[in-house]
């Protein structure tokens, strides 16, 4: 079955720097984009960024755009989200998910149990 687990959350003071890693089992990682997202309290989950298969496109919200970089490494199966210049802002709990479907568009998005990150002094 399909799972993702995050890791690498915790507390960081503004302007830090944390790196989380989503690892990836039960589908074949390397053929699907991966996307993380983040909730803040009392707010919706939101996308953050996306890496395509091999990492040659990414795209990033706005709000973190300059700050966060994704990557990927296909032979260990796990997405990364390096977040540098930390805002209270970025306060949330952050999930990697994968849309695992067919070419009509049906399927199954899948998300990771997510992890805390904290921006405060």
């Known amino acids: 079955q399909v799972q993702l687990v995050e890791s690498g959350g915790g507390l960081v003071q503004p302007g830090g720097s944390l790196r989380l890693s989503c690892a990836a089992s039960?589908?074949?990682?390397?053929?699907?984009?991966m996307s993380w997202y983040r909730q803040a309290p009392g707010k919706e989950r939101a996308f953050i960024a996306r890496i395509t298969i091999f990492g040659g496109m990414t795209n990033y919200a706005d709000s973190v755009k300059g700050r966060f970089t994704i990557s990927r490494d296909n032979a260990k199966n796990t997405v990364s989200l390096q977040m540098n210049t930390l805002k209270p802002e970025d306060t949330a709990v952050y999930y990697c998910?994968?849309?695992?479907?067919?070419?009509?568009?049906?399927?199954?998005?899948?998300w990771g149990q997510g992890t805390q990150v904290t921006v405060s002094s």
């Open positions: 998910n994968v849309f695992i479907g067919d070419s009509s568009g049906r399927g199954t998005l899948y």
């Open positions: 039960g589908f074949i990682f390397s053929r699907y984009p």
